[in-house]
């Protein structure tokens, strides 16, 4: 019986989710598997992978066969660089100690890497937040200037009629002094 380790969707439509899964190979894609390995969710920035990493490497080194994505998954959470680390103790090339020293080492790395990604992340969404806000506070002192322009061109003639009107009056006036 060839065993895969493979994607199950499930979720709704556009708004898909995944459990990482063993299964027969010949099963279909949602249909009945041996064991559930865990989650992968390819929506959030970056892709949210939780799975029991000891039963994935189990698995694996049981000879399952991942799928494409799977084995990208596990690359990327390291399980296939602990089977060559396991497989070089098997044959004597290192002890156990040195390859779970390794293995720390690339876990503590791989994990910086991540941290340092969604820092970056909420960083850049923090800063086009801030710019949006600024380019909005312009927008509306903008709006708000060409309304106090519009207001006085608009006051503009009626302070110049009054002024007209009360022009001759004073003029009639100081003709009425001078006289």
Do not use: C
């Not at 066969?65 to 390291?78: N, S």
């Not at 903008?142 to 503009?156: G, M, S, T, V, W």
Request: net charge positive; aromatic share 6%; no cysteine.
């Amino acid at each position: 019986m060839a065993v895969k380790i493979r994607l199950a969707r499930r979720g709704r439509k556009k708004a898909a989710m995944y459990d990482i899964v063993v299964a027969d190979a010949r099963a279909p894609r949602d249909g009945r598997f041996i064991e559930k390995l865990g989650t992968y969710n390819p929506l959030t920035n970056p892709a949210t992978i939780n799975f029991s990493l000891d039963k994935a490497f189990d698995w694996v080194m049981k000879g399952a066969e991942p799928t494409d994505t799977v084995r990208a998954m596990l690359a990327y959470r390291g399980i296939l660089y602990k089977k060559h680390l396991q497989i070089g103790v098997n044959k004597g090339a290192l002890t156990q100690e040195q390859a779970d020293a390794k293995f720390e080492e690339w876990t503590a790395n791989k994990e910086a890497k991540i941290t340092g990604k969604k820092e970056s992340l909420s960083q850049k969404k923090a800063d086009a937040r801030k710019a949006a806000l600024a380019a909005e506070a312009k927008v509306s002192a903008d709006r708000a200037e060409a309304l106090r322009k519009k207001a006085e061109a608009a006051a503009a003639p009626a302070v110049e009629a009054e002024t007209s009107e009360e022009a001759p009056a004073a003029e009639g006036e100081a003709t009425e002094t001078e006289a």
